[in-house]
């Protein structure tokens, strides 16, 4: 279901801002979340309350981190170099609080049995690079393409028509072969789209870059949350979600970065990430065979 959103997505958005203008593309998501917060405000969902606290001081410190990181790279990506150097200099200081806080809290934000696992890290390493690279693309190729709202958005549906027609397939092959062998190949497949794209091969580039998405994303809730300790699922799916959103917005940051200067880098950067995590994948599933 959420892939058909993110296909249909490119497509409504260009019809939006050929009829509209940019605008539009914004004030639609008001309505879509009045008509979620009246689905959810009724007795159908209910989520027990919890007893432990939320770490608010640990909250911000992760949000001044993120937003400090992506301030410090669109700087730079505007050569506005004492301003790169300042925010992310602030950005390590603002870790650096994070990993202080985290360690003195009896109720730390982040499990640290999860971050100790290793499978449940190779997940999450996985995930931000697909998200990183996905949005990376989605911010960049309209920008290079030059060509109107609509035929923009249709010109995506390569690489957004495999998230509609990959994830049942992806799951068929989870079941039967594990997670690690579909985030080996959506990984690979990134990698290849990913250079393809930075050669100006559109098409073939899209459509690789959709398939490896595809197979990636399914997976990697399970890979994740098959590897947390006992318990700890739901806040590994939880986790897999944050670090999945910060790759997003690094990855909007970096190719924002190198989109007016040189967007071939620009798409080259996450194929180069993705290639890291295929290595990562790779090595893993080399290991488990051997024990």
């Not at 993110?6 to 958005?13: D, I, K, N, S, Y």
């Not at 008001?30 to 007893?51: K, S």
């Not at 690979?188 to 073939?204: D, F, N, S």
């Not at 590897?227 to 690094?250: C, E, H, I, K, Y």
Request: proline share 6%; aromatic share 2%.
């Amino acid at each position: 279901i959420s892939g058909s959103a993110v296909a249909a997505g490119p497509v409504l958005g260009g019809l939006l801002v050929g009829a509209a203008g940019w605008r539009a593309v914004f004030v639609v998501n008001a309505p879509i979340a009045l008509a979620v917060l009246a689905l959810t405000a009724g007795a159908a969902v209910r989520c027990p309350r919890g007893t432990r606290r939320i770490n608010v001081r640990s909250q911000l410190a992760v949000i001044a981190s993120l937003g400090l990181a992506t301030d410090a790279l669109i700087a730079a990506g505007a050569r506005a170099w004492p301003h790169a150097a300042l925010s992310g200099a602030a950005a390590v200081a603002a870790v650096a609080v994070l990993v202080r806080l985290e360690r003195g809290s009896a109720e730390p934000v982040v499990d640290g049995a999860l971050l100790r696992n290793r499978g449940v890290l190779l997940g999450l390493g996985v995930g931000a690079a697909v998200n990183f690279a996905l949005t990376g693309d989605l911010f960049v190729l309209p920008l290079t393409l030059h060509r109107g709202p609509v035929a923009t958005g249709l010109a995506m549906l390569p690489m957004t028509v495999p998230f509609v027609l990959g994830p049942p397939v992806t799951g068929r092959l989870v079941a039967r072969f594990g997670p690690r062998p579909a985030l080996l190949g959506g990984t690979v497949l990134l990698t290849a789209g990913a250079a393809l794209l930075a050669a100006h091969v559109l098409t073939a580039g899209l459509l690789l870059t959709g398939c490896g998405v595809a197979l990636a994303l399914p997976s990697l809730a399970a890979a994740v949350m098959g590897a947390a300790p006992d318990g700890g699922a739901g806040a590994a799916g939880g986790l897999l979600n944050a670090v999945r959103q910060s790759g997003a917005t690094l990855g909007v940051a970096v190719a924002g970065a190198f989109a007016s200067t040189n967007p071939s880098v620009a798409l080259l950067i996450p194929g180069v990430l993705c290639a890291a995590a295929a290595a990562a994948v790779a090595l893993a599933l080399a290991t488990t065979r051997r024990g």
